[in-house]
């Protein structure tokens, strides 16, 4: 078993002194007030924030402890007025089903709030020592430009743990030094089910690292293939909806699941892929020797919620971007691919198209690839997506969706390495048509005409991507967001802290919804249902 700093340790060390230590604060402030800790009650650790449903007004306070604790609350305030508000939480637990471990988390959903403001939080219960902490709430749905980051496949940075390197370790302080508004983590979070033995653990681990920076800014998650865990759960489940509140969908039996939330004129949905992809990759059962197979098993719920969302978005006048994580992707060139997802191109693609959908961000494949902007498919393949551009810096994303593959958090193995091109130059990929066996290769190949820019470059096999939104300045005027994706060198006890280096760059554009002679006919694209 992996040997583990003391849960008082660890909080001390990731919680106090990287959050609270931002907190500007007098001698008599009341941040100082705090009560002592009583022995042998566990204190408030893996600290992280999420959106509720109303980013600019809503934010969810989540953390665990050791054991069962009184009254876990939230504190809530400014630093110029200090605390006015307590909120208390609502306790969730499960029991690991492979080890018989019980998980307490906690989860205080703070409403009221200003937007594009800063506030100080001091997380606690009975008996133990408050922890402080700060965020800031999202600009409203007006307008105005911000930043946000985002990966997939991280692990849990202590190496002990299967599927794990430190480079996650050093991913969570860069996205610290972009200073994003929120990040996106495009599933494949712990890896806890590569970790049978100790799957609790894992996940307590890479929560603890998340914190350094989920206790500052909102870590927005999609569920990945490892999040499945055998014994957890009808859909493996319990871990991933305990440890985190997300936004809601209108559903009670898949709550967290799938969601969207809106910042300034972007409109963010996170979709459960698992749901949709046809790839058996998620856990064996240790008990009966099967997979832990999960397509389909919405019946179309999560489908129906997705074209009611991008229906809704596009008919308004508020949202000028919409941006879609999850874990699975429709296309990837990498030698090692699970390999485009017939599932994802034949549910996801059309809805995509039609309502103009303008980032999809991926992980699954742990390299660095991106398309050229793609809208139907080419007559004769396996829905292989059509080009309809091969601009490299200037992207019209109103023509055709971008897709992006940033898989390179912090796990322990690297896809840097692509299929040959074909003999007339353009790269080759994989497709996987039907369910197979578990973890089977891919049963297809095909010109991969949509490759656009690949990272190839093993020395930097981890990476992160930043978007800059801009939303310009006149009603029905160009908006951009800048994508900037950075590539980082492998971590080392001498140098913990690689710097990233920019590898690739490019600019979307598109027409901002709020044109004056815009009417809500116009709004919708053509065969979309307002």
Known sequence: MPSFPSRRTVLRGAATAGVAAAVPLSPLSPLFWAQPAQADTPGPEQIHLQYGDRPAEQMTVSWATAATVKRPRVRIGTAEGGFGHTVHAETLTYVDGLNNVETYTHHARVGGLRPNTSYVYEVS??????????????????????????????????????????NAV??????????PVFHLLNGDLAYANANTAEQPQCWDAFMNNMQISAAKRPWMPAPGNHEVEAGNGELGYNSYRTRFQL???????YSGNWYSFQVGSVLFVSIDGNDIAVEDDSSLDPATGQSVYIHGYSQGAQVAWLERTLSRARAGRSVDWIVVSMHQFAMSSSATSHGGDMGIRETLLPLFDRYSVDLVLAGHDHDYERTHPVRGTDPGTLLRPTVVDDNLTEIDSSKGTVHMILGGGGTSSQDDVFLPDGSDGIPTAFVRTQRLTFKANPDATEVATWSAVRDPNTAYPYGLAVFDVDPGALPGGRTTIKVSFFHTPTATAAVPFPAPVLFDTFTLHRTRSDSWGRSRQEAVPAGAHA
């Open 247 to 253: 936004p809601g969908n209108g559903s009670r039996d």
């Open 170 to 179: 050093t991913a969570v302080r860069q996205i610290e030094q972009f200073d």
């Open 125 to 166: 219960h009975d008996g133990a020592a408050p922890v402080l902490g700060t965020f800031r709430t999202a600009p409203g749905e007006e307008r105005t430009a911000f930043r946000f980051t985002s990966f997939g496949d991280l692990s849990t940075g202590d190496t002990s743990f299967s599927k794990s390197s430190i």
